[in-house]
């Protein structure tokens, strides 16, 4: 069974930039698996960051986009803030109705 | 203002069923693609099921054949009832829509609206 990757921790100064991945066990991520990010503080429900790739949810900063880099999707965080230290997860669509989640990543301001 | 509000976890012990309940506000459940996610205690994200638009149905290998995912169109209300219960089936369980729109468009597609989810325990 193919899983979907994330770096389990990643840690960014305040103002600073981050790229978080999401990939593939085995095989690259393109956009026909519509990559999408979420942003999760605990004991609350996930928020939707990026739709399909690139498209910011409403309501998401500007400081935040998706992309395909390599052979991965990637969420980038410009200029990082405190409130942005919390837990990040992508899903993939793998086709024939079935959707993974990755990991998640915890990622750490300071 | 577009809503879901889950209801119906608790306790339950190894072997046992439970039906939770999603009921939707300012959208129609069967016009959307409607999921069921979950998270365990301390660890990540897992998709559990989904049901099309076109009344389709999906599972993960987890619970498939053990989870049964519908919805009631006159309730506007989306459910997931769990059979068969597992240990590790312990999680928030949250409802999510995936796509608003029935022709779901690739601008579209990820799940952009949550409920505030239910907690299931599976113990004796």
């Known amino acids: 069974q193919t899983v979907v990757t994330q770096e389990p921790s990643f840690s960014v100064s305040p103002g600073g930039t981050v790229t978080l991945t999401c990939g593939l066990s085995?095989?690259?991520?393109?956009?026909?698996?519509?990559p999408s990010w979420y942003q999760q503080t605990p004991g609350q429900a996930p928020r939707t960051l990026i739709y399909?790739?690139?498209i910011r949810s409403s309501g998401v900063p500007d400081r935040f986009s998706g992309s395909i880099l390599g052979n991965k999707a990637a969420l980038t965080i410009t200029g990082a803030q405190a409130d942005d230290e919390c837990d990040y997860y992508c899903v993939l669509y793998m086709g024939s109705g079935i959707w993974v989640f990755g990991g998640g990543t915890k990622l750490t301001v300071l | 203002e577009v809503q879901l509000v889950e209801s119906g976890g608790g306790l339950v012990q190894p072997g046992g069923s439970l039906r939770l309940s999603c009921a939707a506000s300012e959208f129609t459940v069967s016009s959307n693609y409607m999921s069921w996610v979950r998270q365990a205690p301390g660890k990540g994200l897992e998709w559990v099921s989904l049901i099309h638009s076109n009344g389709n149905t999906y599972y993960a290998a987890s619970v498939k054949g053990r989870f049964t995912i519908s919805r009631d169109n006159s309730n506007n209300t989306l459910y997931l009832q769990m059979n068969s219960l597992r240990a590790e089936d312990t999680a928030v369980y949250y409802c999510?829509?995936?796509?608003?729109?029935?022709?779901?468009?690739?601008?579209?597609?990820?799940?952009?609206?949550w409920g505030q989810g239910t907690m299931v325990t599976v113990s004796s």
């Open positions: 999510a829509r995936y796509c608003s729109s029935t022709s779901c468009p690739p601008v579209l597609r990820a799940f952009d609206t």
């Open positions: 399909s790739t690139n």
């Open positions: 085995s095989g690259s991520v393109s956009t026909y698996y519509y």
